[in-house]
């Protein structure tokens, strides 16, 4: 049974680069057909694709959040991760990372990491 468990810093000032980390155990990262999604939701709002890093290592991403997102993987360590740069209080979020199986199939998800960006 795959797991996912989010980390990173909790605390964020605006203007700076958010990095979390998503670790992943009970299965690879690099099997076929598989996507290793991030996703947030702010307090108060619905849930919103970031982006999104592919079995073959491609990356797909929200258009909104494109300019300041970027997606990558570690297969030594069965990880992937995200930057969000040039964040602002309304990057306040609990952030999750979670697998697609496929049309948007989120089969898995991690516990989920709040961060808040504060001066």
């Known amino acids: 049974q795959v797991q996912l468990q989010e980390s990173g810093p909790g605390l964020v000032k605006p203007s700076q680069t958010l990095s979390l980390t998503c670790t992943v155990s009970?299965?690879?990262?690099?099997?076929?057909?598989?996507?290793w999604s991030w996703i947030r939701q702010p307090p108060g709002k619905g849930l919103e694709w970031m982006g999104a890093i592919a079995y073959s290592g491609s990356t797909y991403y929200s258009p909104s959040l494109k300019s300041r997102t970027s997606i990558s993987r570690d297969t030594s360590k069965n990880q992937f991760t995200l930057q969000l740069s040039s964040v602002t209080p309304e990057d306040t979020a609990v952030y999750y990372c979670a697998r697609d199986a496929g049309a948007a199939a989120l089969d898995a998800w991690g516990q989920g990491t709040q961060v808040t960006v504060s001066s």
């Open positions: 009970g299965g690879s990262i690099t099997t076929i057909y598989y996507y």
